[in-house]
């Protein structure tokens, strides 16, 4: 694929959106959106991408921090700089109503 900065960025945010699955969808997204993209080329780029993702680097001594929500199937991953006690201690505290 040869795309612009601004089109990979959105190939990416899509790939990610779908969680890496759903390419015909994806496709048909991006050919709405004026790129000529075939199912072939995104697939070995989603791979590539899924492994560049898989390999961030996380500060030693981070925290990663996965968030489900239950309702809808979305996870938010991020990392912090403070223990897993101090996570739990924090959510495990009951709301002021």
Known sequence: MYLTQEQ???????LRQYKFCRYD???????EAGMTVSRSSLHRYAVELK????????????????????LTGETKTTSVSI????????IQQPIAS
Do not use: H, M
């Open 83 to 90: 223990s897993s006690e101090q996570i739990l201690a924090a």
């Open 25 to 31: 969808e994806i496709v048909t997204q991006l050919r």
């Open 51 to 70: 492994k560049n993702d898989a390999r961030r680097i996380v500060s030693p001594g981070a925290t990663i921090v996965v968030l489900i929500d239950c």
């Open 8 to 14: 990979q960025q959105a190939v990416d945010a899509l």
